[in-house]
Protein backbone atom coordinates (compact mmCIF):
# COMPACT_ATOMS: atom_id res chain seq x y z
CA UNK A 1 0.00 0.00 0.00
CA UNK A 2 1.68 3.57 -1.13
CA UNK A 3 1.31 5.84 1.85
CA UNK A 4 1.79 9.82 1.00
CA UNK A 5 3.93 11.75 2.40
CA UNK A 6 4.86 8.49 4.57
CA UNK A 7 5.50 5.36 3.91
CA UNK A 8 4.35 3.46 7.26
CA UNK A 9 2.24 4.89 10.78
CA UNK A 10 2.94 3.63 14.41
CA UNK A 11 0.03 4.36 16.15
CA UNK A 12 -0.73 3.74 20.16
CA UNK A 13 -3.65 1.69 20.01
CA UNK A 14 -4.15 0.65 23.51
CA UNK A 15 -3.14 0.13 27.29
CA UNK A 16 -3.33 -3.77 28.19
CA UNK A 17 -2.07 -5.32 31.19
CA UNK A 18 1.65 -3.89 32.37
CA UNK A 19 3.05 -2.80 28.98
CA UNK A 20 1.60 -0.31 26.28
CA UNK A 21 0.57 -2.15 23.05
CA UNK A 22 1.64 -0.50 19.76
CA UNK A 23 0.72 -1.43 16.53
CA UNK A 24 2.35 -0.62 13.15
CA UNK A 25 0.84 -1.61 9.60
CA UNK A 26 3.39 -2.95 7.00
CA UNK A 27 2.89 -1.67 3.32
CA UNK A 28 3.26 -3.77 1.47
CA UNK A 29 3.08 -1.89 -2.16
CA UNK A 30 -0.07 -2.05 -4.01
CA UNK A 31 -1.20 -4.81 -1.43
CA UNK A 32 -3.66 -3.04 1.71
CA UNK A 33 -3.96 -6.04 3.75
CA UNK A 34 -0.26 -5.61 5.14
CA UNK A 35 0.30 -7.21 8.34
CA UNK A 36 -0.08 -6.08 11.84
CA UNK A 37 3.23 -5.94 14.15
CA UNK A 38 2.07 -5.87 17.63
CA UNK A 39 4.52 -4.50 20.16
CA UNK A 40 4.18 -4.96 23.86
CA UNK A 41 5.27 -6.47 27.36
CA UNK A 42 4.52 -10.14 25.85
CA UNK A 43 4.23 -9.40 22.06
CA UNK A 44 7.63 -8.15 20.95
CA UNK A 45 7.73 -7.47 17.34
CA UNK A 46 5.40 -10.19 16.99
CA UNK A 47 3.56 -10.29 12.87
CA UNK A 48 0.09 -11.11 12.77
CA UNK A 49 -1.92 -11.87 9.82
CA UNK A 50 -5.19 -10.21 9.25
CA UNK A 51 -6.86 -13.32 9.23
CA UNK A 52 -5.97 -13.61 13.14
CA UNK A 53 -7.23 -9.99 13.71
CA UNK A 54 -11.27 -9.98 14.37
CA UNK A 55 -12.79 -6.93 13.01
CA UNK A 56 -12.19 -5.04 9.71
CA UNK A 57 -10.37 -1.63 10.07
CA UNK A 58 -12.47 0.14 7.75
CA UNK A 59 -15.59 2.83 8.08
CA UNK A 60 -16.92 0.33 5.17
CA UNK A 61 -14.74 -2.90 3.52
CA UNK A 62 -16.57 -1.50 0.22
CA UNK A 63 -14.93 1.27 -1.75
CA UNK A 64 -17.21 4.29 -2.31
CA UNK A 65 -17.72 6.87 -4.55
CA UNK A 66 -16.32 10.34 -2.77
CA UNK A 67 -15.82 14.08 -3.93
CA UNK A 68 -13.17 14.95 -2.23
CA UNK A 69 -12.58 18.92 -1.06
CA UNK A 70 -9.20 20.92 -0.40
CA UNK A 71 -8.69 23.59 2.34
CA UNK A 72 -10.63 26.05 -0.20
CA UNK A 73 -13.62 24.20 0.39
CA UNK A 74 -13.60 22.96 -3.73
CA UNK A 75 -13.85 19.66 -4.65
CA UNK A 76 -10.44 18.52 -5.80
CA UNK A 77 -11.36 15.22 -7.09
CA UNK A 78 -14.05 12.35 -7.29
CA UNK A 79 -12.30 8.67 -6.71
CA UNK A 80 -13.42 5.75 -4.59
CA UNK A 81 -12.32 5.41 -1.21
CA UNK A 82 -12.58 4.24 2.12
CA UNK A 83 -11.85 5.70 5.39
CA UNK A 84 -9.64 3.50 7.86
CA UNK A 85 -10.89 3.92 11.49
CA UNK A 86 -7.46 2.82 13.28
CA UNK A 87 -5.28 5.04 11.61
CA UNK A 88 -7.66 7.54 11.00
CA UNK A 89 -7.09 7.99 7.18
CA UNK A 90 -8.54 7.99 4.35
CA UNK A 91 -7.81 5.83 1.40
CA UNK A 92 -8.37 6.21 -2.58
CA UNK A 93 -7.85 4.43 -5.57
CA UNK A 94 -6.17 6.94 -8.37
CA UNK A 95 -6.72 6.79 -11.61
CA UNK A 96 -4.86 3.65 -12.17
CA UNK A 97 -6.34 1.91 -9.66
CA UNK A 98 -3.63 1.93 -7.23
CA UNK A 99 -4.77 2.16 -3.51
CA UNK A 100 -3.02 5.01 -1.85
CA UNK A 101 -3.50 7.20 1.39
CA UNK A 102 -4.25 10.69 1.59
CA UNK A 103 -2.49 13.76 2.93
CA UNK A 104 -4.94 15.43 5.67
CA UNK A 105 -3.13 18.52 5.23
CA UNK A 106 -4.47 18.31 1.63
CA UNK A 107 -8.08 16.50 1.97
CA UNK A 108 -10.07 18.25 4.25
CA UNK A 109 -13.34 16.80 3.42
CA UNK A 110 -14.63 13.17 2.05
CA UNK A 111 -18.23 13.34 0.93
CA UNK A 112 -18.77 9.52 0.48
CA UNK A 113 -22.21 8.75 -2.00
CA UNK A 114 -24.11 6.03 -1.85
CA UNK A 115 -24.04 4.99 -5.52
CA UNK A 116 -22.44 6.74 -8.70
CA UNK A 117 -24.65 9.43 -7.99
CA UNK A 118 -23.06 12.59 -6.47
CA UNK A 119 -26.12 14.73 -5.49
CA UNK A 120 -26.94 11.75 -2.62
CA UNK A 121 -24.69 11.70 0.33
CA UNK A 122 -24.24 8.75 2.34
CA UNK A 123 -21.93 10.18 4.84
CA UNK A 124 -18.91 12.93 5.52
CA UNK A 125 -15.48 12.78 7.02
CA UNK A 126 -14.10 16.07 8.18
CA UNK A 127 -11.01 17.49 9.74
CA UNK A 128 -11.44 21.21 8.83
CA UNK A 129 -13.51 22.10 11.89
CA UNK A 130 -11.10 24.41 14.22
CA UNK A 131 -10.88 24.14 17.76
CA UNK A 132 -12.04 20.59 18.13
CA UNK A 133 -10.71 18.94 21.06
CA UNK A 134 -10.82 16.28 24.13
CA UNK A 135 -9.58 17.15 27.56
CA UNK A 136 -8.00 20.03 25.97
CA UNK A 137 -5.86 18.19 23.25
CA UNK A 138 -6.44 18.46 20.09
CA UNK A 139 -8.29 15.75 18.04
CA UNK A 140 -5.96 14.19 15.42
CA UNK A 141 -8.40 12.48 12.53
CA UNK A 142 -11.62 12.78 10.37
CA UNK A 143 -15.05 13.39 12.56
CA UNK A 144 -17.57 11.76 10.84
CA UNK A 145 -20.81 14.27 10.11
CA UNK A 146 -24.00 12.45 11.06
CA UNK A 147 -26.36 15.18 10.00
CA UNK A 148 -26.80 18.43 7.83
CA UNK A 149 -28.89 20.32 10.43
CA UNK A 150 -27.77 24.13 11.61
CA UNK A 151 -26.16 22.12 14.23
CA UNK A 152 -24.54 18.82 13.39
CA UNK A 153 -23.52 15.86 15.71
CA UNK A 154 -20.01 14.78 14.67
CA UNK A 155 -18.85 11.88 15.66
CA UNK A 156 -14.86 10.78 16.54
CA UNK A 157 -14.73 6.92 16.20
CA UNK A 158 -11.27 5.78 17.15
CA UNK A 159 -10.64 1.64 16.46
CA UNK A 160 -8.14 0.04 18.32
CA UNK A 161 -6.49 -3.12 18.42
CA UNK A 162 -6.80 -4.89 21.47
CA UNK A 163 -4.77 -8.54 22.75
CA UNK A 164 -6.61 -10.82 25.29
CA UNK A 165 -6.21 -14.28 26.53
CA UNK A 166 -7.51 -17.43 24.88
CA UNK A 167 -7.20 -20.94 25.80
CA UNK A 168 -6.76 -20.67 29.65
CA UNK A 169 -3.32 -18.04 28.57
CA UNK A 170 -2.01 -20.30 25.92
CA UNK A 171 -2.83 -18.43 22.87
CA UNK A 172 -3.48 -14.90 22.20
CA UNK A 173 -6.73 -13.24 20.45
CA UNK A 174 -6.40 -9.88 18.57
CA UNK A 175 -9.55 -7.58 18.44
CA UNK A 176 -10.77 -4.93 16.93
CA UNK A 177 -12.87 -2.53 19.08
CA UNK A 178 -14.30 1.00 18.97
CA UNK A 179 -13.96 3.75 21.25
CA UNK A 180 -16.49 6.95 20.27
CA UNK A 181 -16.33 10.76 21.31
CA UNK A 182 -19.04 12.84 20.20
CA UNK A 183 -19.19 16.75 19.36
CA UNK A 184 -21.99 19.23 18.31
CA UNK A 185 -21.00 21.85 15.87
CA UNK A 186 -22.49 24.93 15.37
CA UNK A 187 -22.79 28.38 15.36
CA UNK A 188 -19.06 28.75 15.03
CA UNK A 189 -17.85 26.31 17.70
CA UNK A 190 -17.30 22.64 17.92
CA UNK A 191 -18.44 21.23 21.34
CA UNK A 192 -17.46 17.87 23.13
CA UNK A 193 -19.75 16.17 24.83
CA UNK A 194 -18.16 13.63 27.84
CA UNK A 195 -21.14 11.18 26.88
CA UNK A 196 -24.50 11.46 24.71
CA UNK A 197 -26.94 12.44 27.41
CA UNK A 198 -29.58 15.09 27.60
CA UNK A 199 -27.43 17.16 29.96
CA UNK A 200 -24.52 17.02 27.84
CA UNK A 201 -26.42 17.65 24.99
CA UNK A 202 -28.84 20.66 26.13
CA UNK A 203 -25.78 22.14 27.03
CA UNK A 204 -23.92 22.43 23.57
CA UNK A 205 -27.19 24.13 22.34
CA UNK A 206 -28.09 27.52 22.99
CA UNK A 207 -31.38 29.03 25.02
CA UNK A 208 -31.87 25.01 24.51
CA UNK A 209 -34.08 24.84 27.56
CA UNK A 210 -37.49 25.53 25.39
CA UNK A 211 -36.77 22.18 24.02
CA UNK A 212 -37.67 20.17 27.05
CA UNK A 213 -41.43 19.90 26.27
CA UNK A 214 -40.48 18.30 23.04
CA UNK A 215 -38.06 16.10 24.46
CA UNK A 216 -40.46 14.88 27.01
CA UNK A 217 -43.61 14.44 24.32
CA UNK A 218 -41.13 12.28 21.79
CA UNK A 219 -39.53 10.48 24.53
CA UNK A 220 -36.20 10.91 24.09
CA UNK A 221 -33.52 10.02 26.19
CA UNK A 222 -30.78 11.43 23.99
CA UNK A 223 -28.22 8.62 24.87
CA UNK A 224 -28.39 7.38 21.63
CA UNK A 225 -26.79 9.00 18.17
CA UNK A 226 -30.93 8.86 16.58
CA UNK A 227 -32.70 10.75 19.38
CA UNK A 228 -30.03 13.25 19.36
CA UNK A 229 -30.65 13.45 15.73
CA UNK A 230 -34.39 13.72 15.72
CA UNK A 231 -33.86 17.01 17.90
CA UNK A 232 -31.16 18.60 16.27
CA UNK A 233 -34.02 18.12 13.35
CA UNK A 234 -36.45 19.72 15.87
CA UNK A 235 -34.23 22.25 16.94
CA UNK A 236 -33.82 23.99 13.55
CA UNK A 237 -37.52 24.90 13.64
CA UNK A 238 -36.72 26.08 17.43
CA UNK A 239 -34.09 28.04 16.14
CA UNK A 240 -35.83 30.25 13.07
CA UNK A 241 -38.20 31.06 15.78
CA UNK A 242 -35.61 32.74 17.73
CA UNK A 243 -32.79 33.19 15.48
CA UNK A 244 -29.41 32.76 16.67
CA UNK A 245 -26.03 35.24 16.17
CA UNK A 246 -22.98 32.78 13.82
CA UNK A 247 -24.16 30.19 11.37
CA UNK A 248 -23.19 26.61 11.16
CA UNK A 249 -20.38 25.45 9.95
Do not use: C
Not at 13 to 28: A, R, Y
Not at 122 to 127: H, Y
Not at 129 to 151: A, M, S
Not at 181 to 203: M, P, Q
Request: glycine share 6%.
Amino acid sequence: MKRYPLFFVLILVSTLGKGQVFIEMNPKGQDYKGDWTVYGTENLNKSIPDEKVNGSRYWSEDWKLASLYGSNKNVIARLFVRYNLLSQEVHFKDLEGKEQVASPEILKMAVLHPGEDTSGILTVFRNDLPDVYINNKPVQGYLEELNRDTFRLMKLNRRELVVMDARFGTEKRYELRDRLDYFISGNNRVVHLKKLSAEYVLTALPRSSGLRPYIKEQGLSLKKENDVLVLLKAYDEFIKKQPLAGKAD
